[in-house]
């Protein structure tokens, strides 16, 4: 998404208060002197001294890169990585391993949890065998239950759209296969799956206005409609008896799925993301109740099924799903390695992103990316024999996908929590309910904290920082962003950024930032997909981000202070 050029930054900053630019310009010439300054020579540019930091990170990071091999064998030689897989495991301690040969000190494995459950997919195939055979593209949601061998069963369109038209199917489902909502109509594509960032995005990110706090999730009428709707009928599927349940992938064609979770039945709530609502079970949680076998299709091949049923035809599919449960560990572990400091080693600068994937693909723009980035940057300072004054330490997390819950607990653990209690009516016996409120806890690594910076949107270069409201930092950044600007970074924007681990350091006032990248084919065709593979990379990209990372980190380490922290929101 993100292509500009020096002629657009310029205008940006001449028009904008918040500007692109690494640094500030000098004053505008006049027309005079603009004129006047044509008819002389032009200077040259500074010739760069290739001793500085900066400049041989950026050749380490362009010329001897290992950015591309640890990626490749991340996601093509180990695979997916689900939380509490064996796949993941095998991830933490090779992640592990490989920092220690590099030479990263106190390389380990750091439990946190328990989380749950592990799934490992063992077989699946799926097919229509009546009234002809159709092979099928579809993915099993993860912790879907196996299928016990073989089932052949009819299949039944539910189209309802509503709890009326929901009870036509009573008595109807039991021992089916259940195509699970309505037909997603396919629109032909007139615009590229693949963008990067132009000048009028890069734009309206540096202009943002200050982040809002305080703002909830699915609070509209319908969002609640929709949310209560989906419980209801998910239950009902099972109330009924179906054998099997089958989605449309919510988004993508021709034949990219996007997949995610098996669904358990949920008590409806009228506010389902309101503090009074019911917690909410996941299938990994072991207490979960028994569900059904969950997938998910190809939305041309569901949609043709449908066609089908509606044309009158009986349709029958075989679906053959075995899985295997992970039981024994039911710990998650985070992946944690470092560089030590010299004079300020007890402070900690951190980088990092999540190592944990779904399924369907292997993981490599979700966030295999970010995980090689981040340790090609801690392999570049290493080869370099640079000598940070802070230590730098990297975080490879797990259970991002199920709500940031690796880099949750290392931050709880180290740093400190948000702890909650209801408010009292006042000096009583009783306390009466009320809203909660949160205080902040703190263990003594708090204050001994700079700063930590993550990388996961995808395979995208870095095209600036989001500040995260943290205004504070604006200049310093500008200041760090300026040897990149040739390499396209140079935006920074005042906004949030949400979705990823740096929020977990933020939510208790740590400086904690994302890099804003391109957006390339994230959203369109990798993010949580059968196709988040490593063909989808862009090389180029991941090394000018590797360079980037490794250059703000040691800048962070090298300053006298620690990177100033806004303040805590209420």
């Keep these: 998404m993100f292509r500009w050029t020096a002629v657009v930054l310029l205008f940006i900053f001449l028009i904008s208060p918040v500007t692109t630019f690494a640094q500030q310009s000098a004053p505008l010439p006049t027309t005079a002197t603009t004129a006047a300054a044509q008819t002389q020579p032009t200077s040259q540019t500074p010739t760069k001294d290739p001793n500085d930091p900066i400049e041989r990170i950026k050749d380490e990071a362009k010329n001897r890169s290992q950015v591309m091999q640890t990626l490749s064998y991340l996601s093509d030689v180990i695979g997916p990585r689900l939380t509490a897989s064996p796949g993941l495991k095998r991830a933490n301690e090779w992640t592990r391993d490989r920092l220690t040969t590099w030479g990263l000190e106190n390389a380990h494995l750091e439990a946190w949890g328990p989380f749950g459950r592990g799934w490992t997919l063992k077989r699946f195939s799926t097919q229509v065998t009546e009234p002809l055979t159709i092979p099928l593209i579809a993915y099993p949601k993860a912790w879907s239950p196996g299928t016990n061998g073989p089932l052949t069963a009819p299949v039944v369109y539910v189209d309802a759209r509503d709890e009326t038209e929901l009870q036509k199917f009573k008595g109807k489902l039991k021992g089916a296969i259940v195509l699970t909502g309505r037909m997603r109509e396919v629109k032909a594509h007139f615009e590229p799956p693949g963008t990067r960032r132009d000048e009028k995005n890069l734009l309206n990110l540096a202009d943002a206005p200050e982040p809002r706090t305080g703002q909830r999730r699915g609070q509209t009428p319908e969002q609640r409609a929709a949310f209560a709707f989906a419980a209801k009928k998910n239950q009902f599927f099972h109330d009924e008896g179906a054998a099997l349940l089958v989605d449309t992938s919510r988004a993508g064609d021709g034949g990219t799925i996007f997949v995610q979770s098996a669904s358990?039945?949920?008590?409806?709530s009228a506010d389902p993301f309101g503090p009074n609502a019911p917690r909410q079970i996941q299938a990994y949680d072991k207490t979960a109740p028994k569900i059904i076998p969950q997938l998910v299709l190809a939305v041309e091949h569901?949609?043709?099924?449908?066609?089908?049923?509606?044309?009158?035809?009986?349709?029958?599919?075989?679906?053959?799903?075995?899985?295997?449960?992970?039981?024994?560990?039911?710990?998650?572990?985070?992946?944690?390695?470092e560089i030590p400091g010299s004079d300020l080693k007890h402070e900690v600068v951190m980088l990092g992103g999540h190592m944990d994937s779904w399924h369907a693909g292997?993981?490599?723009?979700?966030?295999?990316?970010?995980?090689?980035?981040?340790?090609?940057?801690?392999r570049i300072l290493k080869a370099l024999n640079l000598k940070p004054r802070r230590t730098i330490r990297i975080g490879l997390w797990t259970g991002e996908e199920e709500g940031l819950l690796g880099s949750k607990a290392y931050v709880a653990e180290h740093f400190g929590k948000l702890e909650t209690s209801p408010t009292t009516g006042g000096a009583t016996a009783t306390p009466s309910p009320g809203p909660a409120v949160a205080t902040l806890v703190t263990k003594p690594e708090y204050e001994k904290f700079s700063s930590y910076f993550n990388l996961d949107n995808g395979t995208g270069k870095i095209r600036g920082v989001y500040l995260q409201g943290n205004e504070s930092v604006r200049a310093l950044f500008r200041q760090w962003l300026t040897p990149f600007r040739d390499l396209g970074a140079a935006t920074l924007s005042i906004s949030?950024?949400?979705?990823?681990?740096?929020?977990?350091?933020?939510?208790?006032?740590?400086?904690?930032?994302?890099?804003?990248?391109?957006?390339?084919?994230?959203?369109?065709?990798?993010?949580h997909s059968n196709q988040d593979v490593f063909d989808r990379i862009q090389e180029d990209d991941l090394k000018q981000a590797a360079a980037i990372m490794a250059a703000f980190v040691y800048n962070a380490a090298m300053k006298d202070e620690k990177l100033p922290r806004k303040p805590m929101a209420k």
Aim: charged fraction near 20%; charge should be negative.
């Design 496 to 527: 949030n950024t949400g979705g990823t681990d740096h929020l977990s350091f933020d939510a208790i006032g740590l400086p904690g930032f994302q890099f804003i990248q391109d957006e390339i084919e994230y959203d369109t065709r990798t993010h």
């Design 362 to 378: 292997t993981g490599a723009t979700d966030n295999g990316a970010g995980v090689a980035v981040a340790m090609e940057a801690m």
């Design 302 to 337: 569901y949609n043709r099924i449908a066609r089908m049923i509606e044309a009158g035809e009986a349709v029958k599919m075989t679906v053959d799903l075995a899985v295997e449960w992970q039981d024994a560990d039911p710990m998650a572990y985070n992946t944690i390695a």
């Design 264 to 268: 358990v039945p949920q008590p409806v």
